[in-house]
Structures are given as structure tokens and as C-alpha cells.
């Protein structure tokens, strides 16, 4: 366990926690005092709420931080909440600066971060139908404080630990619930798109997570700040050390889904049912079962596909030319593993990050061509301890731009930020085939960069005085 931690009302002296001594490599992960959210993964399926709110009172807010605190804890087994579902708690850098944060702690945290995720969308590719003037309210405004998500397995464990959540601030007048977004996970862990989602996570140094193809787990430092990262150097920490320690900075973005459009896409594309799930498949790199193209390039394997020690187990350097899995289709430049070559695939290990993505709104029913107008998507939540290097690195140097894979005119034809002009290349014999004029498919509905702490931090915000 650390050393002692200051009081709040401990000036940021070199023994509260500078950056120097925040730059301390230590030892095994103190699991007790990270938010189980943040590295476990979800039950399956699952149904979850997200919910955002907005401090009125700066007591009110840290006197809910003390109510929640009781949730958060970990029960006996580290891998399980006590509460019968994930809860994690998160702040936006205007959420922290309502709590009373002192302005110099302000100032050491991520510039990403305190510059908020609206402030960069165009970096982002957050423009036309995705740019913050369509966001929906309050997403990327100041009102964001904090953030809440609630991930249960079914709907009364769900209900259970909301109502206690809700209990915890309704007396509270000071704070409000501006926003919230009920999500879930089917029992097949498909997104909108018929895809299943979740697979290729990062296994964690420390956690005893299964690795892909023998690899090694990547440093905890790269998802939880206070540990050796992939560099062999620690990431910079906000200060003073109880406030930095154990804690992620997390991405949240809510992804409205054109499903209508997609699916009409291939129709047009395609002469026969069977070439339009291909098509889809190249443009994902996995079939809809979650089978990697790599390992079954002709048709759908769905035991392969469902088997969690086999459907991860591949590399692409057997690919290299992209005809079986298109070195542009998502899941691919998403992870490019070991495709690229010897210098930037070990720093493929440097951008990981984990990610989870959890659906909301109705299914469109299967084989339905035209829109319904309802709002349906994706709710996808990164974490790391890098935010430019992770999340930003992979949406705009991977998702957004093709340079790396020579094809620098093209983006990521599922989710990179396009505006209908692009073009898909799919190799393959004699001739490569050229999809043009990809329509954007996935329109950002607004997102947030927060900062999920410690526990120990947590009980710290709760007595700033």
C-alpha cells in the first residue's frame, strides 16, 4: 500500500505529491483501491444506465461522493462488486474545479483533458453532422460535472444499485441529474451494426487476464496511473499523489448508428446475399459471428467465432498484402498487432487502450432497408492512462487516416470521420476491388474526457474543505 495520504487541506508541498514523486515506480496493483469498472470485464449480457450530473453546491456534491463511496467498494472476490453491479464514478475537469480541487492540482492533470473533449473535436474529425453544435445537451457543455455508470446482469440487480445511487443524491439539492442514457448488451454481444463487439480487450499486467497468442500482458501503467507503463517510465500524474494514484482518465462518446445506410450500402454493392456479408465482413475484418477473417477469409465460422480462446489467437503477418483481412477494415487499424513493421508494432503495444461498448435504442429488425427514425448506437467508453497517445493517437493516426497503411486518401470505412467521398480498398486476385463513395455510418452524438479516481482519491474529494 502507498504511504499516508495528506489531508486536503495540506498544502502541495513535495511530501503531498509532486510530479516527481508521483513518477514512482511501485509495485503490484492495490486492486482494493481501483474502481472495479475501469478494468474488469462486464458481465454478458447485461443492461446498464448512464448518468450524468451537474453540482450545484460544491458540500452537496462532495457529500454525495461520501454516499456513493459505499458502492464503489469491492467485495470479497476483487473481481466482484459487492453491490451486485459495476458502478463507476467520474468527473469532468469542470466537475473537479466545482468540488473545490486546488487550481495548482487543476493544472497538473492532462491538457486533454482540461481542454475537454468539445474543445478538440476537430482534431477528432468531430465535424459537419458530428461537430459539438449538434451534440445532444448537456454533452460537451460545462454542466457536465460528473458521470455514473451503473452495468448490471440483469434489470433488478440494475434497479437495486440505481436506486440506491438515486437515493444517495435525491437529498441532495445541490446536485442534479441532467442526462441519462439506458444502454444494454444482447446475449449475442452484437452491436447495431450485427457484429459482435468486446473481443481483442488488452490483457493487464497483474490481473491474470488471458493473452493473445502467448504475448505478454501490457504494463498496468498504461491503463491505471501510479505504475510502470510501456515506456519503462511511469505516466504523468495528477497531484498530489491521493489524487492521482489508481486513478484512469476515461473516454466516454455516445455514436449514433446509420444501420439503414450500411445495410444498403453492401445491398448496392453486392450480387448475392452471401458477397454483401462478405463485404461487410472485409469492411470490419471479423464476420458477424466475431470469426477473424485471418483464420476463416471464405466463409462464417461461428464456433470459431464464439470460442474467446480462439477467435483472438491471430496475428496478420501471415496477411501482409490484406487479402484476407483489408489492411483498411476496422478491427485492423483499430489493433494492427503485428502487421506493421518490427519498430511500430512494438509501438502498437503504446496506443492499447480498453474499450467497452455497450448499445442503446431498438434493434433495427433484420433485413429492414430504411430508416425508422429511431436513435439507436453506441455507447463507447475507452480507458486509459495516455489520452493523446491511446484514444486520440488511434482515432485520428488509425481511424481517421490511412497513411500508416499507405492509403492515406482513405479512412476507416465503419467509423472514420468521412463525409461520403472515400473510397474502400479490398485486395484481392487479379485485380483489387475499390468500393467508392463510403457514406459516414456512425455520427458522434457528443462525449466527454473525465477522470475516474482511486477510491482513496474519492474519499479525499469528499473532504476538500
Given at each position: 500500500?502507498?504511504?499516508?495520504?495528506?489531508?486536503?487541506?495540506?498544502?502541495?508541498?513535495?511530501?503531498?505529491?509532486?510530479?516527481?514523486?508521483?513518477?514512482?515506480?511501485?509495485?503490484?496493483?492495490?486492486?482494493?483501491?481501483?474502481?472495479?469498472?475501469?478494468?474488469?470485464?462486464?458481465?454478458?449480457?447485461?443492461?446498464?444506465?448512464?448518468?450524468?450530473?451537474?453540482?450545484?453546491?460544491?458540500?452537496?456534491?462532495?457529500?454525495?461522493?461520501?454516499?456513493?463511496?459505499?458502492?464503489?467498494?469491492?467485495?470479497?472476490?476483487?473481481?466482484?462488486?459487492?453491490?451486485?453491479?459495476?458502478?463507476?464514478?467520474?468527473?469532468?475537469?469542470?466537475?473537479?474545479?466545482?468540488?473545490?480541487?486546488?487550481?495548482?492540482?487543476?493544472?497538473?492533470?492532462?491538457?486533454?483533458?482540461?481542454?475537454?473533449?468539445?474543445?478538440?473535436?476537430?482534431?477528432?474529425?468531430?465535424?459537419?453532422?458530428?461537430?459539438?453544435?449538434?451534440?445532444?445537451?448537456?454533452?460537451?457543455?460545462?454542466?457536465?460535472?460528473?458521470?455514473?455508470?451503473?452495468?448490471?446482469?440483469?434489470?433488478?440487480?440494475?434497479?437495486?444499485?440505481?436506486?440506491?445511487?438515486?437515493?444517495?443524491?435525491?437529498?441532495?439539492?445541490?446536485?442534479?441529474?441532467?442526462?441519462?442514457?439506458?444502454?444494454?448488451?444482447?446475449?449475442?454481444?452484437?452491436?447495431?451494426?450485427?457484429?459482435?463487439?468486446?473481443?481483442?480487450?488488452?490483457?493487464?499486467?497483474?490481473?491474470?487476464t488471458p493473452t493473445n497468442r502467448?504475448?505478454?500482458?501490457?504494463?498496468?501503467?498504461?491503463?491505471?496511473?501510479?505504475?510502470?507503463?510501456?515506456?519503462?517510465?511511469?505516466?504523468?500524474?495528477?497531484?498530489?499523489?491521493?489524487?492521482?494514484?489508481?486513478?484512469?482518465?476515461?473516454?466516454?462518446?455516445?455514436?449514433?448508428?446509420?444501420?439503414?445506410?450500411?445495410?444498403?450500402?453492401?445491398?448496392?454493392?453486392?450480387?448475392?446475399?452471401?458477397?454483401?456479408?462478405?463485404?461487410?465482413?472485409?469492411?470490419?475484418?471479423?464476420?458477424?459471428?466475431?470469426?477473424?477473417?485471418?483464420?476463416?477469409?471464405?466463409?462464417?465460422?461461428?464456433?470459431?467465432?464464439?470460442?474467446?480462446?480462439?477467435?483472438?489467437?491471430?496475428?496478420?503477418?501471415?496477411?501482409?498484402?490484406?487479402?484476407?483481412?483489408?489492411?483498411?477494415?476496422?478491427?485492423?487499424?483499430?489493433?494492427?498487432?503485428?502487421?506493421?513493421?518490427?519498430?511500430?508494432?512494438?509501438?502498437?503495444?503504446?496506443?492499447?487502450?480498453?474499450?467497452?461498448?455497450?448499445?442503446?435504442?431498438?434493434?433495427?429488425?433484420?433485413?429492414?432497408?430504411?430508416?425508422?427514425?429511431?436513435?439507436?448506437?453506441?455507447?463507447?467508453?475507452?480507458?486509459?492512462?495516455?489520452?493523446?497517445?491511446?484514444?486520440?493517437?488511434?482515432?485520428?493516426?488509425?481511424?481517421?487516416?490511412?497513411?500508416?497503411?499507405?492509403?492515406?486518401?482513405?479512412?476507416?470505412?465503419?467509423?472514420g470521420a468521412t463525409d461520403g467521398?472515400?473510397?474502400?480498398?479490398?485486395?484481392?486476385?487479379?485485380?483489387?476491388?475499390?468500393?467508392?463513395?463510403?457514406?459516414?455510418?456512425?455520427?458522434?452524438?457528443?462525449?466527454?474526457?473525465?477522470?475516474?479516481?482511486?477510491?482513496?482519491?474519492?474519499?479525499?474529494?469528499?473532504?476538500?474543505?
Amino acid at each position: 500500500m502507498s504511504s499516508p495520504t495528506p489531508t486536503p487541506s495540506q498544502p502541495l508541498t513535495e511530501d503531498a505529491g509532486t510530479a516527481e514523486t508521483a513518477a514512482r515506480p511501485t509495485g503490484p496493483l492495490e486492486i482494493d483501491d481501483i474502481q472495479g469498472g475501469a478494468l474488469y470485464e462486464r458481465p454478458s449480457p447485461y443492461v446498464g444506465t448512464y448518468l450524468l450530473l451537474r453540482i450545484h453546491e460544491p458540500a452537496d456534491g462532495r457529500e454525495l461522493i461520501r454516499r456513493l463511496l459505499p458502492l464503489l467498494e469491492p467485495g470479497p472476490s476483487s473481481t466482484e462488486p459487492r453491490s451486485g453491479a459495476w458502478l463507476t464514478v467520474a468527473f469532468t475537469y469542470e466537475g473537479l474545479k466545482v468540488l473545490g480541487v486546488p487550481q495548482e492540482s487543476l493544472d497538473s492533470f492532462a491538457p486533454e483533458f482540461r481542454q475537454g473533449m468539445a474543445a478538440r473535436a476537430e482534431e477528432l474529425g468531430d465535424v459537419g453532422a458530428s461537430s459539438p453544435e449538434h451534440w445532444e445537451h448537456p454533452l460537451g457543455t460545462r454542466d457536465v460535472h460528473i458521470a455514473l455508470a451503473a452495468l448490471a446482469p440483469d434489470a433488478a440487480d440494475l434497479e437495486s444499485v440505481v436506486a440506491r445511487a438515486r437515493h444517495a443524491h435525491e437529498e441532495i439539492p445541490g446536485v442534479e441529474v441532467i442526462w441519462r442514457q439506458d444502454c444494454y448488451q444482447l446475449p449475442t454481444g452484437r452491436t447495431s451494426f450485427g457484429f459482435k463487439d468486446g473481443i481483442g480487450q488488452p490483457a493487464v499486467e497483474g490481473l491474470g487476464t488471458p493473452t493473445n497468442r502467448g504475448e505478454p500482458p501490457i504494463k498496468a501503467g498504461e491503463f491505471i496511473l501510479g505504475y510502470t507503463d510501456e515506456t519503462g517510465g511511469v505516466a504523468p500524474m495528477p497531484t498530489p499523489d491521493v489524487l492521482g494514484r489508481n486513478g484512469t482518465y476515461v473516454v466516454f462518446r455516445k455514436l449514433h448508428t446509420r444501420v439503414a445506410a450500411y445495410r444498403r450500402y453492401l445491398r448496392d454493392k453486392a450480387r448475392t446475399r452471401e458477397e454483401e456479408a462478405l463485404l461487410g465482413a472485409k469492411m470490419v475484418g471479423r464476420w458477424q459471428s466475431g470469426a477473424p477473417l485471418v483464420l476463416s477469409p471464405d466463409e462464417d465460422d461461428p464456433e470459431l467465432g464464439g470460442d474467446p480462446t480462439r477467435n483472438n489467437d491471430f496475428g496478420y503477418t501471415s496477411d501482409l498484402r490484406g487479402f484476407k483481412c483489408p489492411a483498411g477494415a476496422h478491427a485492423r487499424r483499430a489493433n494492427p498487432r503485428d502487421s506493421l513493421d518490427h519498430e511500430m508494432s512494438v509501438d502498437v503495444r503504446l496506443h492499447r487502450m480498453i474499450r467497452r461498448g455497450t448499445s442503446y435504442g431498438p434493434m433495427l429488425p433484420d433485413g429492414v432497408l430504411e430508416d425508422d427514425g429511431e436513435d439507436r448506437g453506441i455507447i463507447f467508453v475507452f480507458a486509459g492512462a495516455h489520452l493523446k497517445r491511446q484514444f486520440e493517437f488511434v482515432k485520428t493516426q488509425w481511424l481517421n487516416d490511412g497513411i500508416f497503411i499507405g492509403a492515406p486518401a482513405e479512412k476507416d470505412p465503419l467509423v472514420g470521420a468521412t463525409d461520403g467521398s472515400g473510397t474502400f480498398t479490398i485486395p484481392q486476385h487479379p485485380i483489387r476491388r475499390r468500393l467508392p463513395d463510403v457514406p459516414p455510418f456512425v455520427v458522434t452524438r457528443g462525449g466527454e474526457y473525465c477522470f475516474a479516481p482511486g477510491l482513496r482519491a474519492l474519499r479525499w474529494l469528499a473532504e476538500l474543505t
